[in-house]
């Protein structure tokens, strides 16, 4: 499955259905991620239920030093 | 006590959390600092390195109050956009509303500014801007009813301290919310100067982790922002063009 992520296009193996399993993914499970796809910023608590697919534009966002 | 919507602070500093070199100089910085309230900034993710380390994860978030910003935005929309990214972390529902409207000088437009606090209020954010040294402005947003006002000293990052200190003064005089003197402060001196005007707190970042030692700068900092602060309360003496003797005037003889 296509999808962009942080504006880059990748290309996720079959079985990365869910927003949880995508963070896993990508190893980043423990960290703080806010992630929004297609513009609507997703609850952390509907990670592991929220679907991800073709063609999505999903952002994953943190907290990062600012003044 | 340093009050913003229903949360009270023993600190009036407010410490950035940028552009420290190093996480472990820049954690003994804010323990120094006395800090009760950290600002960060909201950025995408590098996806392709989880190993990054990320200041967050190395401090107790209970322990301090997260201020993120939306600096990067330009209008009032991506500000909004930001504050809820930031929201949904979890971990605060307090905003640094940050639109800048020139990059040269990283002066906040303040219509885009007006517009993002009015959207972000009716959301049930603590709403605090960064604004410019403008009283009219700030009641216009105490009006709308943001939680604190955050004129500049001077511009950020620049260090170049109180620039209009009768701007300033204007705003805390009129202000019936916190005011919190944010951007341009260089020195102690300058934070010492924006508390004795009456400021409520003082904002910084880069004084501290771009100072030689910004572990002790922090901690000059405290003490500054305190010091300020006592002088404040304890109010100056008036100034006078004419000197007036320290030591008594009577008894005189005892040296004739």
Known sequence: MKVRVNGKSIDLPDDILTIEQLLSHFHLENKLAIVEKNKEIIDRKTYKTRTINEGDQIEIVHFVGGG | ?256
């Open chain 2, 1 to 256: 006590m340093l009050t913003i919507a229903n949360k009270t602070f023993h600190s009036r500093l407010l410490l950035g959390t940028g552009k420290f070199s190093d996480f472990n100089v820049q954690k003994q910085a804010v323990i120094e600092s006395g800090t009760e309230i950290l600002t960060f900034a909201v950025r995408r993710m590098n996806i392709f390195d989880a190993d990054q380390p990320n200041f967050l994860e190395l401090i107790d978030t209970d322990q301090y109050t997260l201020l993120p910003n939306t600096a990067g935005a330009a209008n009032a929309e991506e500000a909004v956009r930001i504050a809820r990214l930031a929201k949904a972390s979890g971990l605060c529902d307090m905003i640094k509303v940050e639109v800048i409207g020139d990059q040269e000088t990283l002066l906040p437009d303040p219509l885009e500014t007006y517009r993002a606090c009015e959207t972000l209020l009716s959301e049930g954010f603590v709403v605090l801007p960064y604004i410019s040294d403008d009283v009219v402005l700030a009641k216009r947003l105490e009006d709308l009813g943001v939680h604190a006002v955050m004129p500049g000293a001077s511009p950020i990052g620049s260090g170049l301290g109180l620039l209009n200190p009768i701007h300033l003064q204007y705003i805390i005089d009129k202000a019936d919310i916190p005011v919190i003197v944010d951007a341009g402060i260089g020195s102690p001196a300058d934070a010492a100067a924006a508390m004795s005007l009456g400021a409520d707190g003082v904002l910084l970042n880069s004084a501290v982790s771009g100072a030689k030692d910004p572990v002790k700068m922090a901690k000059a900092m405290k003490l500054a922002v305190e010091a300020g602060r006592l002088g404040y309360e304890a109010g100056r003496i008036e100034k006078k063009l004419s000197a007036v003797p320290s030591s008594p005037v009577e008894g005189m003889s005892v040296v004739d």
